[in-house]
């Protein structure tokens, strides 16, 4: 049910590529449930007897020495997992013109991972690049990166000459209680500094999905996204207060008490309040709410209208999902198929402009899905991204359109857009699959004004997208014959900053210089590598030896027609004594979603257990994402069944290929992945030997009342129909063909010991549906061992319990498959 790309979801998280499994919508110390069973050493139950410190802390506390093999090999373990933990991540960069104008600055944040901590370390690196470059790249990177504490989210200025740097809390808050402060800096010096107190506004948005922080054109104003201010609750006691009343908490007679229950966007956003828009002015220092946004509509993805115009351009979700004919809010992260509007408001009065709209205005009426809005740079066309097949088929990520409107200023805003497709859902002809885009940089037009860099998955590889909105052509910028993942950054005044990575080569930057040939441009492409940084012996040698391999697989479809998913291959380069590829246990790793994907890029949890001796199978079944809409709308009423028989597929082709042993092989997989998982040991109980499964989907049935997204259980299982399906309040028969969809239906046939790694604060799949299963398994006397993470949700994310995860996965898949037939003591 995770519907983000992990392996290529930029530049939020670039470099860590899914170190998790999944983001997917579906799909603090950690506890172990300790079972009546004998099971491998785990991180919990030996060595942390030894060291009572967290898990974190483990690794420096070397006074007492293991006494048994499995504490040596865990230790072992432990120690090459921080070390690929300590690989730094790249979050963002930006492209910006530098003084002399013969040369440009990049600014790049990047991150490491505080085990202790249970945090990430940011920090800011500077790169000085000439333009001119000739057969290797010259750039001069900062002497020293610079920590950034306490800050989340920074924002350069189109000019490049000015920095807004957002810190969503303090240590030392003024004007309030936990108050939001802006900071304005230029290359020299902090020149404005804003403390907007609770009052006015909570945090601001900087995840992704409602984000949107723009400068204006002139730098005078910042507009922005945040939640609206706390509601008062009411209090009881001695003083009978009304609930606008601020309680005082020091009144020993008089308590708060709870108030009316506020409805969320689902997961990843518990106790979030609604999204809100707000302007800074830099010059007084003034933050106002802007007026006319409707009560039932959250607000994202802010940007300002050309011009000298005080118009603010924004995405707009309803409160109600109008497809699935319901009144309450379906979780909303990783869920495209949620109806949004491009809308346009008045950021504040001005005489100046006194004949713009003062009330919001609704832009894009002819269309359901409209989103991450982008104006040309000389100001005559807006472009936007769609996902109305989403929309209209149910599916919670889909293949994307590409609209652009020409605009005319303000006049525009007041009458029914002239909205022209320049890429649609449809395959074109020619191999491109069509759009899959989560994210779109802040100016992604090249100088022309006619073209529109993005990136995208084609089929398992992530590329870099030329767009010409006139003829509609689309190509590669990136390399054809590299099969490893690209995205880009940044682009100013042609030249792009991209990251490049795969299963072996953490992502680095590369610099695009344009070249013109024959009237069409290319871009050449420079290694912009930090000299400076080392990794490990040990990593390096694993890196180095890691080698893949795309697989396609043939599979028939309804239609007798012959359908193509992909497979990829991982292992590394060891041989054997007669030189021949040595065949080590495989782990089959399949994705959430199910409309997710994998791409080659790199991720710190693979590299690890490949790093362990285990070779990796990603199967992207159909309907992954980057494979076309056909192949994507082909799944949805046949989950538990078409993908499942995808997956055994790709097994066989490896297994018949020698690639593989059929009795070494275990199954991997969070979330839909996790579901698939459990189907597979249930349907096919001979062919694995044992399964790890992250916060899996195991009863729809039960799922359906529990979950944020109970649409999910409809689309896959019906398919179709399942708009007219959909109800608050499902029936009888829809129960039984949930629950005939299920692993559950299947547990009677399950033989294997089976991992499982679950969220306690988990909405999309809640924490019960797993244990229901767990239960069940346990009664019939098998093998399993449970980890339950109190404080995370979905993606079992904070560093510590992801750290734990993926130690207690390799651990547990090393010791069955390295003991098959084995009973463990």
Not at 379 to 399: D, I, K, Q, Y
């Amino acid at each position: 049910m995770l519907s983000s790309l992990q392996h290529r979801q930029l530049p939020s998280q670039l470099c860590n590529g899914p170190s998790r499994l999944d983001h997917h919508p579906f799909c603090n110390s950690a506890r172990f449930v300790h079972l009546p069973c004998s099971t491998p050493t785990t991180l919990s139950s030996s060595i942390q007897q030894k060291h009572p410190l967290r898990t974190a802390k483990m690794a420096s506390t070397k006074a007492e020495v293991p006494s048994t093999t499995e504490e040596l090999n865990l230790l072992e373990h432990y120690e090459l997992l921080q070390s690929i933990h300590r690989i730094p991540s790249i979050d963002k960069a930006w492209l910006l013109p530098s003084r002399t104008g013969h040369s440009l600055e990049a600014l790049v944040a990047m991150s490491e991972v505080n085990l202790v901590a249970n945090s990430k370390r940011k920090y800011l690196s500077f790169i000085n690049i000439p333009k001119e470059q000739e057969k290797e790249a010259t750039c001069n990177w900062s002497a020293f990166p610079f920590e950034l504490t306490g800050i989340s989210l920074l924002l350069p200025s189109s000019s490049g000459q000015k920095l807004l740097v957002v810190r969503n809390s303090d240590s030392t808050p003024k004007n309030g209680a936990n108050p939001t402060k802006l900071e304005v800096w230029n290359s020299a010096q902090l020149v404005k500094e804003i403390w907007v107190p609770a009052s006015i506004h909570g945090s601001i948005y900087v995840d992704g999905w409602f984000e949107g922080v723009s400068w204006s054109h002139d730098e005078s104003y910042v507009a922005y996204v945040a939640e609206e201010p706390v509601i008062g609750k009411p209090v009881f006691g001695k003083a009978l207060v009304s609930s606008s009343t601020q309680a005082n908490d020091n009144d020993v007679h008089s308590w708060k008490g709870q108030g009316d229950w506020q409805e969320d966007w689902g997961e990843s956003y518990t106790g979030k309040r609604r999204p809100c828009l707000y302007v800074a002015d830099l010059q007084n220092g003034s933050v106002q709410k802007v007026d006319g946004v409707p009560d039932d509509l959250s607000v994202g993805q802010v940007t300002w209208a050309p011009g000298d115009s005080r118009l603010l351009i924004f995405v707009g979700w309803p409160s109600t999902s109008s497809n699935f004919n319901t009144l309450r809010k379906l979780g909303i992260k990783y869920c495209y198929n949620r109806p949004c509007a491009l809308y346009a408001v008045q950021a504040f009065q001005d005489e100046r402009v006194s004949d713009s709209p003062s009330s919001v205005c609704k832009l894009t009426n002819s269309i359901t899905s409209a989103f991450l809005p982008r104006f040309s740079p000389n100001g005559n066309c807006l472009m936007f991204l769609s996902a109305e097949g989403a929309v209209t088929t149910g599916v919670h990520s889909g293949t994307n359109s590409l609209h652009v409107v020409e605009w005319h200023g303000l006049e525009t805003s007041s009458s029914n857009l002239d909205i022209r497709e320049v890429v649609s859902v449809a395959q074109p002809a020619g191999g491109f699959p069509g759009l899959y885009c989560q994210s779109v940089i802040a100016s992604p037009w090249l100088s022309d004004n006619q073209t529109i860099l993005l990136s995208s998955p084609w089929y398992s590889t992530q590329v870099i997208l030329a767009i010409d909105i006139g003829r509609g052509d689309v190509y590669r910028v990136t390399p054809e014959n590299d099969g490893s993942s690209w995205s880009i950054l940044s682009l100013y005044d042609d030249y792009i900053l991209a990251a490049r990575s795969s299963f072996g080569e953490p992502h680095s930057l590369k610099l695009g210089v344009p070249r013109s040939s024959s009237g069409a441009k290319t871009w050449e492409w420079f290694d912009l590598c930090n000299p400076y940084l080392k990794l490990s012996d040990q990593v390096e040698s694993i890196l180095s030896s890691v080698s893949y391999e795309t697989m396609s697989i043939t599979a028939p479809s309804d239609k007798g027609l012959e359908q193509h998913y992909e497979a990829i291959f991982v292992t590394a380069s060891r041989k054997d004594s007669n030189d021949a590829p040595a065949k080590r246990p495989l782990v089959v790793v399949v994705h959430g979603g199910p409309h997710s994907l994998y791409t080659t890029s790199f991720s710190k949890a693979y590299a690890f257990l490949v790093g362990l001796g285990l070779n990796l199978l990603l199967v992207n079944y159909r309907g992954s994402l980057g494979f076309g809409e056909e192949i994507l709308q082909s799944l949805p009423g046949k989950a538990g069944h078409q993908d499942v028989a995808d997956v055994l597929g790709a097994l066989d082709l490896v297994v018949g290929k020698g690639l593989a042993d059929s009795d070494k092989v275990a199954v991997l997989g969070g979330s839909h992945g996790g579901f698939l998982s459990a189907h597979l040991i249930g349907q096919a109980p001979d062919r694995f030997v044992t399964a790890a499964i992250i916060n899996p989907v195991c009863n729809i049935s039960s799922m359906v009342g529990t979950t944020d997204i109970p649409d999910w259980c409809f689309v896959e299982t019906y398919g179709k129909p399942c708009l007219d399906a959909y109800s608050d309040a499902p029936s009888p028969q829809d129960l039984e063909k949930f629950f005939l969809a299920s692993p559950i239906a299947h547990i009677n046939k399950v033989k294997v010991p089976s991992l499982f790694l679950l969220g306690a604060q988990d909405r999309r799949v809640p924490i019960s549906n797993g244990f229901q299963y767990i239960h069940a398994l346990r009664a019939r006397g098998l093998k399993v061992k449970v980890i339950v993470f109190p404080e995370d949700a979905h993606p079992i994310d904070r560093p510590q319990s992801e750290f734990e995860v993926w130690l207690n996965i390799g651990t547990w898949l090393k010791f069955y498959l390295e003991r098959k037939g084995e009973v463990p003591t």
